[in-house]
């Protein structure tokens, strides 16, 4: 029994040195594959053997052993358990390349494995062997990353100063998480810009006005037309009904326009009788010129129904005398004097120059409205 | 083996290729595609052999707005994705149709057509113009502002070593107001962004450390990484940040230098989406 033990002592030894660079699943398939022939060396050796093969001792009555060890082995099993337990949460501390406490781990489970006798405990002690090695590979990468000297607090730091937020330091820990927002978006923008400048990033490619399908463009304004033409079409029947009232009205309204001139004429007459007022006078309204043109216009139509006559005075300057009753005696004279017709032209510039000339200064012809 | 709308007359003669060339996509030069195409030719004589300038000339534009609008994800574009969705019946030009596509980006926007790892049948585009410190203010308005984080993560990746735990990087962002449960104002959900949108685009590589417990999990430079920056380039960024000289972490700034030299050497079939590396 004390062989078995040693060489397996002798094992654990011999694995623990190169604890770095063997992984722990291959290290305890090892150990695994140790503790094989002892078990099956125990099986043979006891005949009364129980259901787990655990018995350590070929000699001594399995049985006997199982009653005096089990205190035992459960405290052996609540110690691994426990070195475990320690290990795992001071995993930081021990990762740490300055720390001996991986080693004195170690040895404390080489302690403790003298004393174990059975798989049970064989395999915590397995188990703890596989969280060792994987410390020690942590331990053995940050030697390299020590060398090269990288905070990460520092990184965290400058980044706050890079961005200008140097403030901020004093705030100690999670300073940007508490922040504005506004500050916390200027942050990554920042950083957003430094950082494409050291990428070779494609841009992304987007369409100005977004992604269409062409198809259904077409077709709109083609709908659009004839719904315009629609319009116009209802619209256009309104105004021709208007139309006709309005010439009507229009008539009445050029004949009403002549009959008060008419009148307007024959007040002048009759406050200045046998004075023939000038042509020009009478008819310009010095202040529009349209309105000039519609007055040559009503007078032409009292000329021609001869109530009033045109003629030219001795300067050769047309003027407008009436036709009385008295001269009805005479329309056989005028009747046979004939009717002449007469073009009056007259352009913006001839208007303006008449005013000038004549010196008119309001127009005769009141306005009815 | 399907039909497409654009096989012009050429579906009898698939149906009775027997499928192989369809379940190949990639093969079309291979042995199966050149018997397929013997085949082809000896059966439909009427099959539109020598296609028209035109008609390439489409084909290439419309493979250039596939790639363009395809790679705003970022996410690698497939060779069967180009395959199903644009060459369609022009398989057999294929090699061509992508050199002249790489080309025309190329040329008109700059942007390298690059096969993202040899042999991988994935693209990507790289842009072939350094960034200007003028340009800084356009650059990169659309969208979330991912790429600064990105650097950071990939900064702290190169200087630890080249590959990081994960719980390392939470433990640094929580610093800066990033964490993996909490939703970010910029990033939404950080732990997605970093863990499965970085790692689909090819940034960076999530790989399970075994035997930890509880789980956990280790980022390191993924292929697109590799060809958009470099080392040298992270190594800058970093020592910008610190108001440093890159050489002041000297073993980072050795491996940096390393890799400028490896790839100032020149290498066999990089960045060339035809399968023959000296075209």
């Known amino acids: ?369 | 083996m399907s039909l497409k709308p654009k096989s012009r007359g050429r579906a009898g003669a698939q149906a009775e290729r027997g499928g192989g060339g369809e379940e190949a996509p990639s093969t079309s030069r291979g042995p199966g595609g050149a018997a397929s195409q013997g085949g082809r030719r000896a059966e439909a004589p009427s099959a539109p052999g020598p296609r028209s300038q035109k008609q390439l000339e489409l084909k290439v534009a419309e493979l250039v707005q596939f790639l363009l609008i395809k790679d705003q994800r970022k996410i690698p574009i497939r060779r069967t994705d180009i395959l199903r969705h644009v060459v369609g019946d022009y398989k057999d030009v294929l090699p061509d149709l992508l050199r002249r596509a790489a080309e025309r980006l190329e040329y008109v926007f700059g942007y390298r057509l690059v096969e993202l790892e040899p042999r991988s049948n994935t693209y990507i585009l790289v842009n072939t113009l350094e960034p200007v410190e003028e340009d800084a203010e356009m650059r990169g308005d659309q969208g979330t502002p991912t790429t600064g984080l990105l650097m950071i993560v990939l900064g702290l990746i190169f200087m630890k070593g080249n590959s990081i735990k994960e719980t390392e990087v939470w433990d640094f962002l929580r610093r800066l107001g990033v964490h993996p449960t909490k939703k970010h104002l910029i990033f939404g959900d950080p732990k997605k962004l970093i863990t499965e949108d970085f790692v689909r685009q090819r940034y960076l590589e999530y790989r399970r450390i075994p035997h930890t417990d509880p789980v956990d999990y280790e980022l390191q430079w993924g292929p697109r990484t590799n060809l958009e920056t470099s080392k040298m380039k992270v190594l800058k960024f970093v020592a910008k940040v610190h108001n440093q000289d890159p050489k002041d972490w000297p073993a980072q700034y050795c491996e940096a230098l390393a890799e400028e030299e490896a790839r100032a050497r020149p290498q066999t079939g990089v960045a060339a989406p035809t399968p023959a590396p000296s075209s």
């Not at chain 1, 259904?216 to 009232?245: F, I, Q």
């Not at chain 1, 310009?284 to 009503?298: A, G, K, L």
């Open chain 1, 1 to 369: 029994m004390a062989e078995e033990k040693d060489c397996l002592r002798g094992d654990v030894e011999m694995g623990e040195e190169p604890v770095v660079t063997i992984t722990g699943g291959a290290y305890s398939g090892k150990q695994a594959a140790e503790k094989e022939p002892m078990k099956v060396e125990a099986a043979a050796g006891a005949d009364a053997c129980s259901e787990d093969l655990s018995c350590g001792d070929a000699d001594i009555d399995p049985s006997l052993l199982e009653l005096v060890d089990e205190e035992k082995c459960r405290s052996i099993r609540k110690q691994y358990r426990q070195l475990i337990y320690n290990v795992q949460q001071n995993r930081d501390d021990i990762v740490n390349t300055a720390s001996e406490s991986l080693t004195e781990a170690l040895e404390e489970a080489n302690v403790l494995f003298d004393a174990v006798s059975r798989t049970r405990e064989a395999a915590l002690d397995a188990q703890f062997l596989v969280l060792a090695s994987d410390l020690g590979k942590e331990k053995a990468k940050q030697l390299n990353s020590d060398m090269s000297l990288f905070n990460q607090v520092a990184f965290c730091d400058f980044l706050l100063i890079f961005v200008g937020l140097n403030w901020m330091e004093d705030d100690g820990r999670d300073a940007l998480s508490d922040c504005d927002d506004n500050i916390a978006c200027s942050f990554w923008e920042t950083v957003q810009k430094e950082a494409t400048s050291w990428m070779l990033q494609a841009e992304t490619f987007h369409f100005i006005f977004g992604s269409f399908k062409s198809e259904t463009s077409a077709r709109k304004p083609r709908l659009e037309h004839r719904k315009k033409v629609h319009r116009m079409e209802e619209n256009g029947d309104m105004p021709t009904k208007l139309r006709k009232l309005d010439l009507s009205s229009n008539q009445e309204a050029t004949e009403k326009e002549v009959e008060r001139i008419l009148g307007l004429l024959q007040t002048y007459f009759r406050k200045y009788p046998d004075t023939p007022v000038s042509y020009f006078e009478f008819v310009i309204d010095p202040n529009s010129f349209s309105r000039t043109v519609e007055n040559i216009f009503y007078v032409s139509f009292i000329v021609r129904d001869g109530f009033a006559r045109i003629r030219l005075d001795q300067d050769r300057l047309p003027i407008l005398e009436p036709i009385n009753i008295n001269h009805v005696g005479e329309g056989n004279d005028s009747s046979s004097h004939g009717r002449k017709q007469g073009v009056i032209s007259l352009s913006l510039q001839d208007w303006k120059n008449i005013v000038a000339t004549f010196e008119i200064s309001e127009a005769m012809i009141r306005n009815s409205y």
